[in-house]
């Protein structure tokens, strides 16, 4: 075939045309794309979150040790002349030589005191080796476990020493003498941090190293020997907590500089504002700012703590830019340690880095424990000098004419720089080195406004950007935003705690404690809020809520309740879904909240959104009653009545469109079966007696495996492919197996006089087991025995039985449970299995004791039960029936979105709190659809509480995590399939194009007129008989289904594409296909005559076949051989979908909303054969089984909307077509061969061609006026619109001209000259014009 290559080169004709196609397809809505059909329903992962301070420390106590010893210079250091003299900015040979060393202590106490005011100070001046002995082991007993400092001055003395001694002075001062570190550690203990301002000084910090290794020898020493003298002494501190601040190297001598202090480490340390001054000054660029000089500087007007004043401001500049590069040069845990545990050390540290830049610049390298990467190079400094030269440039005129201060552009210019990171920044990048300034300029009310907007924009881009804020330390600014009443802030507040809380749950108890929540519930309170910032209150408020006593208290008391009932009705949806989650994690278990609901009628006024256009709030509302029924609480008659109520609500959501909203329907049933166990479970026993008693002899327990033969070819069936996440045929490991499955697949299926009978549905279990594996005991209840209970208690007695009435909600609620246990979609019938087998198990425990004293007999006869699933599964060799809307064996095979890991085969069941797993020999087997495990005594060993848990707690759909995950995720960013530059969009446009192409050159064809239709372009044999064949619009693949499968080919290539299992049960047909989605990312829909409709993606691929949906299409309808099974028509344009079939309604489901919108009423006896709607005239088209052809206009009224009824064909109608036109005709064709062409608006038929007898299929093609009909005589005849035979086709090409099998379907292509014809011996042939025409 060439044509496609021919066509994807040929050169664009009529480009306005092609434009003009493309538009319509970009129109065009898609269904079944959104976030709850491409993703797993489960939250986030958990970041580790590190920022929070495990041990927030303080330092409570410093000692200032000063060894001065003014006039007398130490031996070994040989001063210059003049020399560096001042000492905390005081010239000790100004004033007597003991006043200059009180004053000096004096002064070194007030500098400290500006960073740490409430620390005990104790001065030690020019002390001896006890004074410091006392002076260290006071402070510490005092200190307990918080910090203390160390602060020794050694300019008075000698230098350290290599082996690690700092020198102090006898009591007369005739003597200097040596005091250890090893000493000093001991008395200061840990944590504890020490500042050394002299000479050598790194000498200090190695020597300290080494003793604190050697201390943790000798204690590991100690350990293991008893009698050594540190085993009896209390352990001494690690020394992992100290940290150490030494003035230069060991082998550096300290700076003398005459125009520097003497102790410059300590000024950097204590007055960083006044030496980062004085030394620019110094500097040879100061020149460049006129009139400043030192005297000058000394007048800075203002205070270091106001940031109003220029002093206040360079300090508060100094501070943010420090903060900033030790951000972005030390590791996080370091940072973390460092500059967030401790004020004072903190301060320290930020000034560390001043002091490194500093005394670089004079050969001393400042040397620190822990060890910092070197910073005095970075960039940020610059940023600094510019603030300085701006600050001083303007004092000359400020201090003489008394002009203005201007403030700094410092703050406004980094915020711009953090903003061109945020708009002109990749994904994965660097993060903003800005981020620690933003923090510092939440402080000033000038900036805050913007800093808050930038923030929200940084945490939006993902969990990563939130992470990093908290690191940095923004929690305390936003808590502490909180209390502020600026309206103005409430947005951007709310949006910042929106992201924090989404990644990071555990702060509702800081808002609780902070009284945070108050403000969220104002903000919920307000109506002129918008609708997005009152969601994201109430998101916050539904945080603070989870599973968190201290919270739910505080919001009921804060009206919570009454507030989000008034904000249900909202038109804004997310805002409706967070509402109801928000009020369904309030009353969770926490009865005060229920009681205030119930006040405020809560769950009547939740009743309406249960029919709420969009899923995830129907979702939200079903999870909110749900925790409504779910509380543990004394129960009173009212509530009871309550709990009926709401129970009987939900009921009705049995056949929501939506398998999201379904699991969370069993969930929330599964809740009231919890609370009302007893009830249940006499129940439960009536249906399982009620079952037991409803037999049918089956051949299925007298066949011995050697006499059953696979109905299917067995060659084919190795090829079925594996698809996602279910363990089914195709992953069984061995021929054997397969084989083995293959027969319980078709036990009845050979047609014993049971074949359809209820007695003997047994489809496969969900439970009953995986494939291969020996064990089929994982759940006591097998699908069948379910699935035979839900039939069974439709049609059976069940009145008639003691104990519950006939209608009573109980039963009632079974029954919808039996219904969601064979629900299309695996995880809904999953997690019903769960429920229904846990109440199942209780109630034969609990029934069991007495069984076995007044049943002795009953006991024997197991073996003999006809309906006994355990005993059919052995005897069909030990491997368990096969598919059934259930996900196992087989089913486990569909896929829950997106792909989910198994094993091969799953573990038996075992509940996960407590009681053991119910495997099949702990029962007696007077059960007797128990399978027949060894005997054992009657001990009840299982604890009944462990396994109530068990249900109320392992059932969790992970919807609200998942709805949070929308928070966490940037909401500003422009979606992928917006974006012109995405993958995503470009894969769209390719495809938008190749669909542009296919229909202008098919157009092409097909107006040239098709002669003749006969050239065979593709034929193989198909695993399974084909059932409904149907093409891709656009690309060269074509779906084949047989009875539980579909089959893809490549029709170009001739190769197969995949093969996998639909999941439907036993005793089901695919009866219909469609594609969705054609133009773009196709997904295909299967339709069975049980009324069942699944949805598939990622078919066709080398992915695995995922099902993205499921849903009950159709209730009641009872799958007969007969039948014209269930129909559908697609209207792409609308995403409506219309089923109907062996029913008296034509339903209408939006896709969109994923629910019924329509029942037309057909108002005949028979059923529905054929649909076909057209959007633009609102018509639908029904052909039916007798034989007449019906007219409706969706828009008007159940009564009015049959506008015409067509009585001429006298049986069956094999299809009715309504032309897309503006004015197409109706053509429609019975089993007798009439074809019959109608005007919608005449009474009579326009035009009737006689075609074969005998006819079986028949499609008409929508471009070329052609229609094909397939014989049960084993032809095909295709005719032209004027009913001109122009093919008539018997024979295979080839294959030695083998005669074609009786025809079970056909269909055309919608586009090409094609037509697919499926035949009753298997074999798949497409049929195509004249090769010239193509």
């Known amino acids: 075939m060439k044509m496609d290559s021919d066509l994807l080169h040929s050169p664009a004709v009529g480009l306005a045309e092609e434009e003009e196609a493309d538009m319509n397809d970009w129109k065009l809505p898609l269904a ?37 010893n003014v006039g007398v210079d130490p031996p070994d250091v040989v001063k210059t002349s003049p020399c560096a003299r001042l000492e905390c900015w005081i010239d000790p040979l100004s004033m ?79 003597q200097y003498i040596p005091l250890s570190i090893y000493d000093l550690q001991t008395w200061m203990g840990s944590p504890s941090i020490f500042v050394y301002d002299c000479s050598n000084a790194g000498i200090i910090v190695k020597s300290f190293k080494q003793f604190a290794l050697q201390r943790e020898q000798e204690l590991e020493v100690a350990a293991i020997n008893p009698s050594h003298p540190l085993a009896q002494m209390p352990l001494p501190p690690s020394m992992k907590n100290c940290i150490q601040l030494a003035a230069c190297e060991a082998s550096e001598l300290l700076p003398m500089n005459p125009d520097l202090p003497a102790d410059l480490f300590t000024s950097c340390l204590t007055t960083p504002i006044k030496i980062a001054l004085r030394w620019f000054c110094m500097q040879k660029s100061a020149k460049l700012v006129p009139g400043v000089t030192l005297d000058l500087i000394e007048k800075i007007p203002g205070r270091l703590n106001d940031r109003r004043t220029p002093l206040g401001e360079l300090n508060w500049i100094f501070t943010a830019i420090t903060d900033t590069i030790a951000w972005n040069v030390l590791p996080r845990d370091l940072f973390q340690k460092l500059f967030r545990q401790d004020l004072l050390v903190a301060s320290l ?85 800005q981020l620690p300034i933003v923090l510092q300029v939440l402080l000033s009310q000038v900036h805050r406004l913007r800093a808050l907007d930038l923030l929200g924009r940084f945490l939006d881009l993902g969990p990563w950007a939130v992470s990093l804020a908290l690191s940095v330390g923004i929690f305390p600014y936003v808590l502490k935003l909180l209390q502020s009443s600026a309206r103005e802030l409430r947005p951007l507040l709310v949006f910042i705690w929106a992201k924090i809380l989404a990644v990071d749950s555990s702060c509702q108890a800081d808002l609780v404690k902070d009284n945070g929540h108050k403000y969220f519930l104002s903000v919920l309170a307000d109506s002129y809020m918008p609708a997005e910032h009152r969601t994201m209150a109430v998101f916050i408020l539904a945080v603070i809520v989870n599973s968190y006593n201290t919270g739910q208290e505080a919001c009921l008391q804060g009206n919570l309740i009454a507030n989000c009932l008034e904000q249900l009705s909202d038109p804004h949806p997310l805002l409706r879904q967070w509402v109801a989650i928000c009020l369904g994690r309030i009353w969770q278990n926490f009865d005060p909240a229920r009681w205030c609901g119930v006040r405020d ?85 009536q249906f399982i007696e009620e079952e037991k008693n409803y037999t049918v002899p ?4 007298t066949t011995e495996p050697g006499n059953l033969t696979p109905v299917r070819d067995s060659p084919a069936i190795p090829r079925l492919r594996s698809v996602n996440s279910y363990t089914n045929i195709r992953a069984a490991t061995t021929a054997r197996n397969l084989n083995k499955s293959l027969q319980n697949l078709n036990l009845n299926e050979e047609g014993g006089p049971a074949a359809f009978s209820p007695g003997n549905l047994s489809t496969s279990s969900s439970a009953s087991s995986t494939l291969g594996s020996p064990d089929n005991d994982e759940y006591i209840l097998s699908f069948e025995t379910i699935d035979k209970m839900r039939r069974v208690s439709s049609y059976s007695s069940l009145n008639s039985l003691i104990g519950v009435s006939f209608n009573s909600v109980y039963t009632q609620i079974w029954r919808v449970l039996l219904h969601l246990a064979a629900d299309p979609f695996p995880e809904v019938s999953d997690l019903a299995m769960k429920v229904l087998n846990s109440i199942a198990y209780k109630a034969t425990m609990n029934a069991r004791p007495q069984r076995i004293l007044d049943s002795g007999s009953l006991t024997q006869s197991a073996p003999a039960s006809p309906t006994s699933k355990g005993t ?179 029709w170009e290539k001739g190769e197969r594409l995949d093969y996998f299992y639909n999941g439907n049960p036993r005793y089901t047909r695919i009866t219909a296909m469609e594609y969705l989605n054609g133009h773009d990312c196709s997904l295909l829909l299967t339709a069975t005559d049980d009324g069942a409709l699944r949805i598939w993606k990622n078919f066709a691929d080398q992915k695995n076949p995922e099902m993205v949906t ?5 209730s009641d309808m009872l799958p007969t051989t007969r039948g014209a099974g269930m129909v559908v028509d697609w209207e792409q344009e609308t995403g409506l979908l219309m089923t109907s079939g062996d029913v008296r309604v034509v339903r209408i489901w939006d896709t969109d909303r994923e629910m019924k919108v ?105 471009q070329a006026n052609l229609f094909a009909c397939g014989s049960m005589n084993q032809f095909i005849a295709v005719y032209n619109a004027n009913g001109d035979v122009i093919s008539n086709i018997k024979y295979y090409d080839g294959f030695m001209g083998q005669r074609i099998g009786a025809i079970s379907c056909l269909a055309f292509h919608p586009y090409w000259p094609h037509l697919a014809v499926g035949s009753n011996d298997y074999y798949m042939s497409i049929y195509s014009a004249e090769k010239r025409l193509r």
């Open 601 to 685: 009628s809560a769950h009547e006024k939740l009743y309406t959104l249960l029919s709420d256009p969009i899923p995830e709030v129907r979702c939200a509302a079903v999870f909110a009653l749900g925790t409504f029924v779910g509380n543990s609480a004394e129960r009173t008659d009212h509530s009871t009545t309550i709990d009926h109520n709401v129970a009987m609500m939900l009921a009705q959501l049995i056949n929501d469109g939506s398998p999201v909203v379904r699991k969370e329907l069993v969930v929330a049933l599964s809740h009231l079966v919890v609370q009302y166990e007893s009830n249940f479970c006499t129940v439960a026993l």
């Open 349 to 433: 540290f930020r000034n560390f880095l001043l002091a490194e830049r500093i005394m670089r610049s004079y050969n001393c390298t400042p040397v620190s424990s822990p060890r910092l990467p070197p910073t005095y190079m970075h960039a940020m400094w610059q940023a600094w000098d510019l603030a300085v030269d701006i600050c001083l440039s303007q004092l000359p005129t400020i201090i003489e004419e008394g002009t203005a201060f201007r403030h700094s552009p410092f703050f406004a210019e980094q915020l711009t720089a953090f903003q061109v990171w945020l708009t002109m920044g990749v994904e994965n990048r660097n993060p903003p080195e």
């Open 1110 to 1114: 499921a849903w009950q299409g159709l």
């Open 96 to 174: 007597s030589p003991q006043k200059a060393l009180e004053t000096i202590g004096a002064n070194l106490q007030k500098q400290y005191e500006n960073w740490q005011p409430r620390a005990r100070y104790k001065q030690s001046l020019d002390p001896t080796v006890d004074e410091v002995k006392k002076l260290c082991t006071s402070l510490r007993r005092n200190a307990k476990e918080e910090r203390v400092l160390f602060h020794y001055n050694g300019h008075g003395v000698p230098r350290p020493t290599v082996n690690g001694e700092i020198w102090v002075f006898n009591k007369n001062y005739t």
């Open 872 to 1050: 059919h599964i052995h005897q069909a060799g030990g491997s368990p029936p096969m598919p059934s809307t259930s996900s196992s064996s087989l089913t486990n095979e569909v896929p829950k979105p997106p792909t989910r890991e198994q094993p091969a085969t799953r573990p038996p069941y075992t509940p996960t709190l407590g009681g053991q797993a119910p495997h099949s020999h702990q029962f007696p087997r007077t059960r007797k659809m128990f399978d027949k495990g060894p005997e054992q005594a009657a001990e009840d060993s299982d604890e009944p509480g462990g396994h109530r848990n068990y249900i109320s707690l392992a059932l969790q759909t992970g919807l609200c995590d998942w709805s949070a995950k929308y928070f966490a995720q940037p909401v500003m960013k422009i979606p992928e399939e917006h974006d012109l530059e995405s993958q995503v969009r470009m894969e769209r446009q390719w495809r938008f194009l190749r669909n542009t192409r296919v229909r202008r050159q098919s157009r092409c064809i097909t107006q040239r007129g098709v002669s003749r239709l006969d050239d065979q372009i593709f034929i193989n044999r198909n695993p399974g008989v084909p059932s409904v064949v149907k093409f891709h619009p656009f690309n060269t693949c074509i779906a084949v289904a047989d009875k539980d499968s579909i089959c893809f080919w490549d």
């Open 1158 to 1262: 329509q029942d037309i009423p057909t108002g005949a006896d028979s059923c529905v054969t054929s649909l076909s709607c057209d959007s633009q005239r609102s018509l639908i088209v029904a052909g039916l089984g007798d034989g007449s052809v019906r007219v409706f206009d969706r828009r008007m009224g159940p009564n009015e909307c049959r506008v015409m009824t067509y009585r001429e064909h006298g049986a069956w109608v094999v299809k009715a077509h309504l032309q897309k036109e503006t004015d197409g005709h109706i053509i429609s064709v019975s089993v007798n061969g009439d074809v019959r062409f109608f005007e919608p608006r005449t009474p009579d038929s326009i035009n009737v061609l006689q075609t074969v007898k005998g006819l079986t299929a028949l499609d008409i093609h929508p």
């Open 698 to 701: 089956s051949p299925a327990n």
């Open 32 to 68: 079944f794309m959104k976030k709850r059909h491409s993703e797993k329903i489960e939250g986030c992962k958990a970041l580790a979150q590190s920022w929070r301070m495990k041990d927030r420390m303080k330092t409570v106590s410093v000692a200032l040790v000063l060894c001065l």
